[in-house]
């Protein structure tokens, strides 16, 4: 048994992920490659970059020099949490698609601070990360009631049984902007549904700025976004017995400024064909063909402002980074 399984069952002795039933049909991977490969233009949804080594991938992405968003919003948690944590008083921090849940960390450091002690939830479709995460914050905050739950955060969220106490509820990472306008309206109608008058939602936007530093941040000069994003092929030979080269695509990421949004593809280099197994099928993908992986909408004070009003949401404060390149913004359910 190799080292990291070891850690996982020892965190598994401590933490228990407790699945969340989604509310509404999910699709998985082969309907999504059915849907978004076998017709043109060809798409998937980027849920599917996050297996072991996409996850380790995204975190490098995160530390590289060109990519901002991460530290941009980790400085603004940073001198904001206690600004956030005294507004809202919460008594469940409660943060959907946690990842490592590092940046909650800005947060519960103030919590401790002023012997304010709320409890924590983490919802992720990642067991692994959810069982690091959970060492992670047992290890550093001795008082923290944790809770992780397992599952898809969009469709799993109206499960949740209401509680007494107010949450802050955390969107992280402008996640936001990997959702079509329509999409971004039904799941925070979603989240506003299963909310109180007190509880309170956190989440975050990456600003429109100049399309030199959106394309920089997305073509990194260490070439990890495009190892990132290239990995989704091997997920698919991997779960449908495709047999994708992944040295027949390149890497494409650009800002289309009329959309405001980065959209990130994969370009054949060559006419070849692929067959996917499980599906049954085998399709021909054409030299200068795309296979769009991601979008990543970037936001303006009205756009984000009339998609939080849209969805029933008013802005209690919008914190921004003094570059104008990010926006923290605390809303409360209408």
Known sequence: MNSVANLENAFEQRFRCIPVPPTRHVPNIEED??????????????????????SELFERICKTSDYYPTRTEDFLLRQHAQDIIQKTQPSRI???????????????????????????????????????????????????????????????????????????ILFLGSTIGNFEQDRAIRFMNDLRANMSSSDRLLVGFDRVKDARILNAAYNDREGVTAAFNLNVLNVLNNELSANFNPEN????????????????????????????????ATIEIRTGERIRTEISRKFT????????????????QDFVSSDDYFSLVLAKPV
């Not at 059915?34 to 949804?45: Q, V, Y």
């Not at 009631?145 to 509680?163: S, T």
């Not at 289309?256 to 067959?275: A, G, I, R, Y």
């Open 249 to 280: 695509f390149e890497h494409s990421a650009h800002y289309d400024t009329e959309k405001s949004q980065v959209e990130m593809h994969l370009v054949s280099s060559c006419t070849h064909l692929v067959t996917l197994n499980t599906l049954g």
């Open 33 to 54: 490659a059915r849907n978004g490969l076998l017709s043109r233009p060809r798409s998937l949804p980027p849920k599917y970059f996050y297996d072991d080594r996409g």
């Open 301 to 316: 004070n009205k756009s984000l402002h009339n998609l939080l009003g849209q969805a029933e949401f008013d802005v209690e």
């Open 94 to 168: 409660f943060e959907l698609g946690s990842g490592s849940s590092v940046k909650t960390q800005r947060l519960l450091d103030v919590c401790g601070e002023i012997a304010h002690f709320p409890s924590y939830t983490a919802f992720d479709i990642s067991e692994h990360a959810l069982l690091f995460g959970g060492e992670t914050l047992s290890n550093r905050y001795a008082w923290l009631e944790i809770d992780l739950l397992l599952g898809d955060y969009e469709a799993g969220f109206n499960n949740i049984p209401r509680e007494n106490g107010s949450r802050l």
